[in-house]
């Protein structure tokens, strides 16, 4: 049974400090999203990537988040300097877009929790 | 007005009641459309696609209005373990991809 992957699960960090999360997609799918989840703005997408190259990453903050995928089989997020605000759960998903037409579902991993204090 | 929107509830019903949830979206150019079943604590997981035709799961059934710009879903006989936040999701154009948003998600709260 294909699962995407994330660690770590849960992060408590000072501000300030770096923050670097890893998700591995399901072997196969070509599109790998990065999520972001908290009470108050329900579920954001920051970045996505197809065929390893970022396509959309308009709704991550640019000046301290930053998403890269080194691999097909490895996705980062990264959080420097991280501020309290930051805190989160944040989700890795992947999917299979079969055509040009984005016809595709995503499949989500467990999520890190993050607390930044 | 928001790209996605779902009224978040919660929806309470005993425990063999239909009920249904739709969720409207602003993007006219929407492709493709998604419900998600999110528990607490837990993350997304994909209930069904919704398509032009509309679809039956068992005792769940997904349809698609474009003309309104809505996409609904309708739970019948709910149990007990049909207590979650339903998410819709739409594809939307956006330049050269498609890009899915979420909506806020609609609280179902089954009881005996």
């Known amino acids: 049974d294909a699962r995407v992957t994330q660690t770590p699960r849960h992060k408590v960090t000072e501000m300030g400090q770096e923050v670097t999360m890893r998700c591995q997609p399901i072997?196969?799918?070509?599109?790998v999203f990065w999520y972001r989840q908290t009470m108050m703005q329900g579920l954001e997408l920051l970045a996505y990537f197809r065929n390893r190259a970022p396509l959309d990453d308009s709704g991550m903050p640019k000046d301290r988040f930053s998403a890269e995928m080194p691999d097909a089989t490895l996705a980062t997020l990264k959080i420097q300097p991280s501020e309290p605000r930051d805190s989160a759960v944040y989700f890795c998903?992947?999917?299979?877009?079969?055509?040009?037409?984005?016809?595709?579902?995503?499949?989500f991993g467990p999520g890190t929790r993050l607390t930044v204090t | 007005r928001k790209e996605v929107e779902q009224d978040p509830g919660p929806f309470n019903v005993p425990e063999g009641a239909t009920v249904a949830f739709n969720c409207t979206y602003s993007?006219?150019?929407?492709?493709?459309f998604f419900w998600y079943r999110q528990d607490c604590r837990k993350e997304p997981k994909l209930l069904m696609s919704v398509y032009s035709s509309g679809n039956e799961d068992g005792r769940f059934t997904a349809q698609l209005n474009r003309a309104s710009q809505y996409i609904s879903l309708l739970i019948r006989d709910s149990k007990l373990s049909d207590s979650a936040t339903y998410l819709c999701v739409v594809n939307g154009r956006s330049g050269g991809s498609y890009i899915p948003t979420f909506g806020r998600g609609t609280s179902l709260i089954v009881h005996p």
């Open positions: 998903a992947s999917g299979l877009e079969y055509t040009t037409s984005g016809v595709y579902e995503q499949y």
């Open positions: 993007n006219s150019a929407s492709q493709s």
């Open positions: 072997l196969g799918h070509n599109t």
